[in-house]
């Protein structure tokens, strides 16, 4: 079976902070996925990245960046947290066809 | 961009069947996927449309009209563990990113 695994299931951080979201998969799928999902907003694309030091950006980069050092591993940064970044955060990973495998999310919560 | 409209709950009672309709606009159409998300949980992958017309797959079943650009989800006798959000996603061509709709919450009670 295909595993995603995000490093943390809920983080708490302050305002200001320089924040690590971390993803590993283990099936060495090409694509790699950052989402977040908010009530009535839905899942919503912030990077992606289709080999290893590439990225792209998805419909809601601002104040993330990304990291894709080694092939495993798709990280999500925050500069400097805020407030309205407080969500749920999904990683994903895919070979082709898109059909996305998810990672079971970290709670995310910016005080 | 990429325009798509599913019902935001759904309510239906335990052996029956429903359907999620799911409308989209998008440049540059691949096919479509249907995820199932149990609350507090990661999605799953249901079902992925190419081409037009019914894929069966046990309970669950996915249709397609590219020409229409409409999709449905049907699940037949309806169990409680079916209660969860299923989000209809769309895929382009390109870099063949998903966009999700924003789910619809379906409740099914005894």
């Known amino acids: 079976d295909v595993k995603v695994t995000q490093s943390s299931r809920y983080l708490v951080k302050r305002t200001g902070e320089k924040v690590f979201l971390e993803c590993v998969q283990d099936?060495?799928?090409?694509?790699m996925f950052w989402y977040r999902q908010d009530p009535g907003l839905g899942l919503r694309l912030i990077y992606f990245?289709?080999?290893?030091?590439?990225?792209e950006k998805g419909d809601i980069p601002e104040g993330y960046s990304v990291s894709r050092e080694k092939k495993e591993r798709f990280s999500l940064i925050l500069e400097s947290a805020s407030t309205n970044q407080t969500s749920m955060y999904l990683c994903?990973?895919?070979?082709?066809?898109?059909?996305?495998?998810f990672g079971s999310g970290t709670q995310l919560s910016v005080l | 961009g990429q325009n798509i409209d599913q019902p935001t709950e759904m309510t239906a009672t335990e052996g029956a069947i429903v359907q999620i309709n799911c409308t989209y606009q998008?440049?540059?159409?691949?096919?479509l996927f249907w995820y199932q998300q149990h609350a507090g949980e990661a999605p799953t992958f249901l079902s992925y449309?190419?081409?037009?017309g019914l894929e069966e797959k046990g309970r669950f079943s996915s249709f397609l009209s590219r020409s229409k650009g409409y999709s449905y989800l049907l699940l037949k006798e309806l169990q409680m563990k079916d209660s969860a959000s299923y989000l209809c996603?769309?895929?382009?061509?390109?870099?063949?990113?998903?966009?999700f709709g924003k789910g619809t919450m379906l409740l099914v009670s005894p």
């Open positions: 994903a990973s895919s070979m082709e066809a898109q059909k996305l495998f």
């Open positions: 996603a769309p895929s382009n061509s390109g870099y063949s990113t998903l966009t």
């Open positions: 449309n190419v081409l037009d």
């Open positions: 998008t440049s540059g159409f691949n096919g």
């Open positions: 990245s289709y080999d290893v030091k590439m990225k």
């Open positions: 099936m060495d799928h090409e694509n």
